[in-house]
């Protein structure tokens, strides 16, 4: 029931927050990996040998044992995109006990790769809401331009890479084990970013501003579902 609520209350904020929003799309049917494929480092394109990528439960888990995604087929622009997480318990080699780490990738353009060209929007124990830009992408935040590295999300405090960590200043996830809600509005040339409804990220003046959308396995289990979508008007 918790859930439902938690859920519930996502979706007005968004509908507050631009009144220009178009149809729900739910790109996760919540039963199959229907409109995507899967890649993997060693094993390529729609190649799965070790069930890395399985749906249970109306969720995608994520082993996170081999780097590498799920991606749509379809390319998309100007959208608000409404993501719900949870980390899972495991960590693999080349990140074994290091911090939990995944992210959703967007305006992903070019051959698949670990990792395609795009813009991330970073999840990792400690630093959620950063902005990693992939394959010279270029940004501007706060009046900063540029076309690599990472943007720290707002009032980030100190990090370590550790399993488990959390910001002990400006933590925004939730307690381990529970749901996250992940806003993207990718409108036009602009990003922003909300992590449990507060915004935590935001960018003008982007290189990129259409593609595909990307979920890591990044050497942590994790959990992705409603994996939505809507259309917002570009002004």
Known sequence: MMIVIFLLLCIPFASAANPKLGPKLKLFNGKNLD???????KHGKDNDPDHVFRVENGAVHVSGAEFGYFITEKEYDNYYLHVMFRWGEHTHEPRKDKARDSGVLFHVNGEDKIWPHSIEFQMI?????????????????KGETKDKGRFDRFGKGPWKDVAGYRDPQ??????????????????????????????????????LAKGRILFQSEGAEVYFKTIELRPVAAR
Do not use: P
Request: glycine share 12%; aromatic share 12%; net charge negative.
């Open 170 to 207: 400006n933590e925004v996830e939730k307690a381990h084990g529970q749901w996250n809600c992940l806003e993207l509005w990718a409108v036009g040339d602009t990003v922003r970013y909300y992590v449990n409804h507060k915004l935590v990220n935001e960018g003008t003046a982007s290189s």
């Open 125 to 141: 124990e400690g630093g959620t809401g950063d902005i990693i830009l992939v394959g010279e992408t270029r940004l501007t935040v």
């Open 35 to 41: 409109g995507f494929y899967t890649y993997l480092e």
